[in-house]
C-alpha cells in the first residue's frame, strides 16, 4: 500500500525518539508539545474517561498478555484520534478517542486506506 | 473537528530529528494520521 503513516506526540523529541526507534522507526513521528494541533482537530482531554474502569480493566488485559507497561509520559488525561485523509486532503475518516479504549478497528482501517491506496494508482 | 467530507486543516509541526513536515506536502497519497495519547 502507497501511504504515508504520520504520528503527532506531545511527548519531547528525545523521548519520541527512543520511542519510535523502539515500537516503530518505519513511521513519522512529529513533536506538538503545545498541544496546538491537538486542540484544532478538537480532541479533548479528561481525567475521568482517562482512568474509567473500562480503561483500567484493558492495560491489566494488555499487560497479562505481555505487553510492557512503560509508565505515563506527559498528561495522562489527553486524548487521542485517527484521521484516514485522502490524496487530495480530504478527511475520509475521523475517530476522535471518548476514552483510551476507543480506537477504530485495524481491519476497518486498512480496508479504508487499501481502497484509496487502488483509487490513486487507478 | 474535522468532518468527513472536509479539508483536513493544515499544520506544520517538528518531526523527531527537527525536520519541520507540513501535512499538505503528503498530498498525492493517503494518510493515516494517527495523535497519541502519551507515549507508553
Not at chain 1, 84 to 98: C, E, F
Amino acid at each position: 500500500m502507497n501511504v504515508e503513516v504520520v504520528l503527532v506526540t506531545f511527548s519531547s523529541a528525545g523521548y519520541g525518539r527512543v520511542w519510535l526507534k523502539e515500537v516503530c522507526p518505519a513511521f513519522r513521528l512529529l513533536i506538538d508539545r503545545e498541544r496546538e494541533i491537538y486542540a484544532r482537530y478538537k480532541l479533548t482531554s479528561s481525567l475521568l474517561r482517562a482512568w474509567s474502569l473500562k480503561t483500567v480493566r484493558r492495560y491489566i488485559e494488555l499487560m497479562r498478555a505481555g505487553r510492557r507497561w512503560r509508565g505515563i509520559q506527559g498528561d495522562s488525561a489527553q486524548m487521542g484520534g485517527d484521521f484516514i485523509i485522502d490524496a487530495q486532503g480530504t478527511v475520509r475518516l475521523a475517530h476522535p478517542s471518548h476514552d483510551p479504549t476507543d480506537r477504530p478497528a485495524v481491519d476497518k482501517l486498512l480496508a479504508l486506506l487499501r481502497r484509496l491506496s487502488e483509487e490513486d494508482e487507478s | 473537528m474535522p468532518k468527513k467530507g472536509a479539508t483536513a486543516p493544515d499544520f506544520t509541526l517538528p518531526a523527531v530529528d527537527g525536520s519541520p513536515l507540513t501535512l499538505s506536502e503528503l498530498r498525492g497519497r493517503p494518510v493515516l494520521l494517527i495523535f497519541l495519547r502519551h507515549l507508553g
